[in-house]
């Protein structure tokens, strides 16, 4: 796993946009996995500020909150439209969609855009309890597209987004952790010191689903971007 420490959560956008220039300019990535949360943003910034076109690619987005529309500016569809496809459009983006009735159709869908459109570079952000996606601790590694329950550290940190905690979805359909470690590269930012357990364990502990992102240490192509403050327990 390379670890790369930059200043703050601005340098980290322009190091992850430059990793995924460099995948474009040796079309190397046609397929992007996309991440939700505080963490990407400057990330889009980069890239909606910069000359590229992505009208030939392919973007697949994590997860979805169940039961918000995708015009619900909390959904994570309209989060994704408002940072980054309104101003760059990419010729197909896919999110999975929260008010499905059928949750077997939907995550078997799912399945297949991914079977479909192999993720080149795949971005991930971090929760406090170390899951990537929604796949919460306990979450099996080789788990696929379902619909999960949120905990209540996850309820608790994204409670900021919400006008009440009560507002907060309490399940969300997320691509599994077997999908995201067959992405060619990943890419994981965080920042800040509430990442520092989630970091530790992800970089130094033992392989445990207890720590979702611990399985990370097992992928061959992965790329820590993250500030002092949340490296700093390793
Ligand atoms: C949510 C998302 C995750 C994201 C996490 C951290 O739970 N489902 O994909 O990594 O939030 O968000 P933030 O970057 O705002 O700390």
């Keep these: 796993m390379e670890i790369i420490k930059v200043q703050d959560q601005v340098a980290g956008g322009k190091k992850a946009f430059e990793l995924i220039k460099e995948g474009m ?17 400057t990330m889009y910034q980069e890239m909606v500020a910069s000359d590229l076109d992505f009208s030939d690619m392919t973007a697949i ?17 309209f989060f994704m439209n408002d940072k980054l496809f309104n101003h760059k459009p990419f010729k197909a983006s896919y999110v999975p969609d929260g008010m499905a009735t059928d949750e077997k159709a939907e995550c078997d869908r799912y399945d297949e855009i991914i079977a479909n459109n192999p993720i080149d570079i795949q971005i991930l952000g971090i929760g406090t309890n170390g899951h990537i996606g929604f796949n919460e601790p306990g979450t099996p590694f080789d788990s696929q597209t379902r619909r999960v329950g949120l905990v209540e550290s996850t309820i608790e940190s994204n409670k900021r987004f919400f006008d009440k905690k009560e507002d907060v979805p309490t399940e969300a359909y997320s691509m599994g952790i077997g999908s995201i470690m067959k992405a060619k590269k990943i890419i994981l930012v965080a920042y800040g010191e509430s990442k520092i357990d989630a970091l530790k364990g992800m970089v130094e502990g033992p392989i445990s689903t207890d720590c979702p992102a611990s399985i990370l240490q097992k992928h061959d192509n992965v790329v820590l971007i993250a500030d002092e403050a949340a490296l700093a327990g390793l």
């Design 25 to 41: 300019e040796n079309d190397s990535a046609k397929v992007l996995g996309l991440a939700t949360g505080s963490s990407p943003i």
């Design 61 to 77: 987005n994590l997860d979805e909150y169940v039961g918000l529309k995708g015009t619900d500016e909390q959904s994570y569809r």
